[in-house]
């Protein structure tokens, strides 16, 4: 039985796969393309997350693609939004019906005299193994994997008689209504989770090992609705899009290179919105600015659920679980009907898919990335992987861009295999991340 091939085969239906194929067929006519996604449906991060208040950590006009206008209102959007967003661009470019539910990769090898890939996956719904070949890959499946978030083991924590839920699993039902919550982590899910959860619970604690660097931004950018109404909405999204692409840069770097001023900066605007109704301590942190990466407060709505009390912010270690809740180092005890492990995400490259290349087993957490696009060694296939200071599209849109511009290279220079190499001595290696800030 001859299996099915294609030109290129794109792994994920998430911001990034929808993203690649629709970069694909603008600048790659002709290419059988199909997407293939595990889940059920599309979006990847905005279907999988469910948590109350899920919305966008990056402004709309950055986190939106180069070629859709994001013609919402809101700065930073929620995440059903987020989603419907990016099943409207699927729609749009005919995306929608390349895309494979329900299809888990399992493996990928490559067969270099044929210059093949073969994919291997299991339809979910039968349970049946399939296989299909491609030319070259553009693996879109993210940074961290779908099976669980990451959930430390505290101590005691089967003893506690409530529920502690991850927000990556977020029970449909979950009731909290007029329950004591205690949210563990600083990040932005837990900034996000605060204060929607505040608007039922009885009382919500941000319990954080260290603080995090929090800015308040606006619901609506007042002056997108004014562009609007004197240019086309693609040439206002241009507009704002490249504003603000200049204000994350010269934040960024600013705060960089005077990261004393820019510290003080941050802390005053916590201040003036949290006045006295919470040490100002918890909103410290000890890192500079943009070492880690900044959690942008949507209108202020954490701070306002501390000034009225509906949330508190805790910086404290936790000593054990109990019964009723969490005892910590410092003595103190947080009594919980509900405990929330905002605690991240469980690493994944590649979205463990096992890859092999010629027969031999293919590490690709041991190899030198080339532009961040790339691996060493690795033929036919490019990665898309986000700016980690700036909105992920940006850097995911010039990956597709530049991949489509490898397809297309290969194609009028008669190239079957493109394989990056390191062949300079001098080239060093540094951190993956290294490489993947936007300078």
Not at 144 to 173: A, C, I, T
Not at 325 to 349: M, P
Not at 353 to 378: C, F, H
Request: charged content about 25%; aromatic content about 10%.
């Amino acid at each position: 039985m001859t299996k099915e091939h294609l030109d290129v085969v794109v792994i994920g239906a998430g911001l990034s796969g929808i993203g690649a194929a629709c970069h694909l067929s603008k600048n790659c006519q002709g290419k059988t393309v199909a997407i293939l996604e595990g889940q059920d449906a599309l979006g990847g991060t905005w279907d999988l997350f469910k948590y109350p208040g899920i919305r966008s950590d990056s402004d709309m006009f950055t986190l939106g693609y180069s070629f859709k206008p994001w013609s919402g209102s809101k700065f930073l959007a929620d995440g059903p939004d987020v989603k419907e967003y990016i099943a409207e661009t699927a729609r749009e470019h005919g995306i929608d019906q390349k895309i494979r539910y329900g299809v888990q990769v399992e493996s990928v090898h490559w067969d270099t005299p044929s210059a093949t890939w073969t994919i291997t996956y299991v339809n979910k719904a039968s349970g049946e193994t399939q296989e299909l070949t491609c030319n070259f890959i553009f693996s879109c499946t993210g940074y961290y994997s779908y099976k669980g978030g990451y959930q430390p083991d505290f101590p005691g924590r089967d003893k506690f008689n409530g529920e502690l839920v991850h927000p990556q699993k977020w029970p449909e039902n979950l009731d909290y209504a007029n329950k004591k919550v205690v949210v563990i982590g600083s990040g932005a899910t837990a900034v996000s989770l605060v204060p929607e959860l505040a608007k039922k619970a009885a009382q919500v604690t941000m319990l954080q090992r260290s603080p995090t660097y929090l800015a308040s931004v606006p619901d609506e950018d007042k002056s997108v609705k004014l562009l609007r109404k004197v240019l086309p909405n693609k040439w206002a999204y241009r507009v704002t899009r490249t504003q603000k692409v200049a204000a994350q840069y010269s934040i960024f770097h600013l705060s960089r290179k005077f990261p004393k001023q820019a510290k003080n900066l941050l802390i005053r605007g916590v201040k003036k919105q949290v006045g006295n109704s919470s040490d100002l301590a918890n909103f410290k942190p000890k890192y500079n600015p943009w070492e880690e990466r900044l959690c942008a407060v949507k209108a202020g709505d954490l701070f306002k659920a501390v000034r009225e009390e509906k949330a508190q912010v805790v910086t404290d270690t936790i000593e054990k679980i109990t019964e009723n809740g969490i005892q910590l180092n410092s003595g103190e005890f947080l009594e919980a009907d509900i405990i929330v492990s905002a605690t991240g995400l469980n690493l994944e490259f590649f979205g463990g898919i096992n890859i092999t290349v010629d027969g031999k087993a293919y590490d690709p957490t041991q190899r030198m990335s080339y532009k961040s696009v790339m691996l060493e060694q690795l033929p036919n296939i490019g990665f898309i992987f986000g700016y980690t200071n700036a909105s992920w599209t940006l850097k995911s849109d010039l990956t597709s861009e530049y991949l489509c511009r490898v397809i297309n290279h290969m194609d009028n220079t008669g190239t079957r295999q493109c394989t990056p190499a390191k062949n300079d001595p001098s080239v060093a290696k540094e951190d993956f991340l290294t490489f993947n800030q936007a300078t």
